[in-house]
């Protein structure tokens, strides 16, 4: 059985972060294991047994430091996964970024205000890529926070990669979200107020395909018939791509119906 698995490497009470996480990589290779590294995490993918027996000799490798390693594994996204893939979560969470968990840690559950992308995936017959969220059971756009030392940019191609399995050519910045329209409550108390980027990605590759902890489904869908659990922020995003002819848009509130797009 093929399996995929991303993987985050966290080192402890040390300032130098680069060599654990080089070694565990170094190690991931060394198994004979397919690996992709990214800004924030990797993905390896090969033989369920090869990946597990990997993942212990790669952790065995840096484990005279003190680490966190977080795996998230599907057998539902091998290397050249069909469009549409369903997975079935374990259970319903939030996943967090190591910055923004440190910071929940100090807070709990009070509001923060957090910066985040959006993207709006377009294919060629103009459907836009939508997951259905584990967190909330609705659907929405591939999005997420960006982390301390990353760009928005970064922030972007890592979400899509982390939730949709897709790797980003070229994004459009369309519109930046703020306010108080922008606040949101998760299923576990956290709360949040958005600062987001919103982008439109045409040119992309790979094929689309959940990671089974954050979304269980990923699909296109037509603009025009987009279904009706949708993250409401998100519809507002998706409302204003409808309307979108090039200019920047600054969002600094709720949308009235109808309402066409700032000159």
Not at 216 to 228: D, G, K, Y
Request: with cysteine; aromatic share 6%; proline share 6%.
């Amino acid at each position: 059985m093929n399996l995929q698995a991303e993987v985050s490497l966290y080192p402890l009470r040390t300032e130098k972060l680069g060599p654990p996480i080089r070694d565990f990589a170094d190690a991931l290779g060394r198994a004979g294991l397919t690996v992709r590294t990214g800004t924030m995490s990797t993905v390896v993918s090969g033989d369920s047994r090869a990946v597990f027996a990997g993942l212990g000799a790669a952790f065995d490798a840096v484990a005279g430091r003190e680490v966190v390693l977080l795996v998230k594994a599907s057998n539902a996204c091998p290397e050249g996964g069909v469009r549409g893939a369903e997975t079935i979560p374990e259970g319903r969470a939030w996943v967090m970024g190591p910055y923004l968990e440190g910071l929940r840690s100090r807070v709990g559950s009070r509001c923060l205000l957090v910066p985040g992308v959006r993207a709006i995936l377009v294919d060629e017959r103009g459907d836009v890529l939508l997951q259905l969220r584990t967190d909330l059971g609705c659907w929405g756009l591939p999005s997420g926070s960006v982390e301390l030392d990353e760009t928005a940019g970064q922030a972007l191609r890592r979400e899509v990669r982390e939730e949709t399995g897709l790797e980003v050519l070229e994004a459009e910045p369309m519109a930046l979200y703020s306010g108080p329209s922008q606040r949101f409550r998760y299923p576990n108390g956290d709360e949040i107020q958005g600062f987001s980027l919103a982008f439109v990605v045409r040119k992309w590759s790979g094929t689309p395909c959940a990671d089974g902890a954050e979304g269980s489904q990923v699909r296109f869908w037509p603009i025009n018939a987009l279904p009706e659990d949708l993250v409401e922020i998100h519809r507002d995003t998706l409302a204003d791509y409808r309307e979108h002819r090039g200019q920047f848009l600054v969002a600094d509130g709720p949308r009235a119906e109808g309402e066409a797009d700032a000159e």
